[in-house]
Every structure is written in C-alpha cells, then in structure tokens.
C-alpha cells in the first residue's frame, strides 16, 4: 500500500540502537563524579490512606546520612503536567502506590538504601478507588 506520508506508518532504524545494544551507552546511573551524594525515595506501600507519621531519627543517626526530606522540608506547591494536583512528597495522605513520601540523601547509594528502611511511616489504609462507580 503506498502512503502520501513520509514518516507516518513506516519503520525507521533509531541513530543510537547500536550503542545501546552494544552496551556503551551512558545513562544517568553511569554517571558518577568524586564526592557526589546519592539519593533513594521513599514511595507509599499502599494505594491509599493518611500519613499519621514520619520518624526520621534513626536514618538520620546513621552514617553517610545528610538529609532526609519529607513535604515538611519543602514549599506546598503543587504540579502537575495539566491539573496542578500532586505535591512533590505526599504530605497527609498517599493515593497510590509507590507515590513519593520522602527522600533519603546519603554518601553511597547502600548508606541511602539501608535509611530509607530506617524511616518509620505509620498509615492508616483506607479503601482504595479501583473502579469509575
């Protein structure tokens, strides 16, 4: 079937398949620079329920830990790509799993790995929304 468009409905080779299929290409987590902080989020565990607490004492006591921030330690601004409705970490209830709840900023990605399990958020779940009715 021959079309009128150029581009439409046809099959182009990608510019960098042969670097990607060959292993040499460099994506962010390739990149490291001496003295760089790592950073892991925390993301809810449940589809829906209110954020009763956040204890942070234990992760922040550990070493390689500088910061750990939660919707406390940033402006309340909301974003979103059309309807402004998400908040960088969620601050009194999460709607969705794996929405961000905090982060964890550490010298190496394992110190930042083991205070993330250091964080204790209690939720209270709620029933979740998995249908339009």
Known sequence: MNSPFRVIGKSFARLDARVIVSGKEVYGTDF???????????????ASGEIL???IERA?????????????????QRYGSFVKDMEVFASQRVNFVGQPVAAVVARTVEEAE???????????????VFTTE
């Open 53 to 55: 607490s956040i204890d």
């Open 114 to 128: 083991e205070a993330v399990r250091a964080v204790d958020i209690k939720y209270k779940e709620l029933p979740g």
């Open 32 to 46: 490291a620079m001496q003295g760089m902080l790592h950073g892991k989020l925390i993301q809810s565990p449940i």
């Open 60 to 76: 922040m006591a550990m070493p390689g830990v500088y910061a750990v921030v939660t919707a406390k330690d940033i402006p309340a």
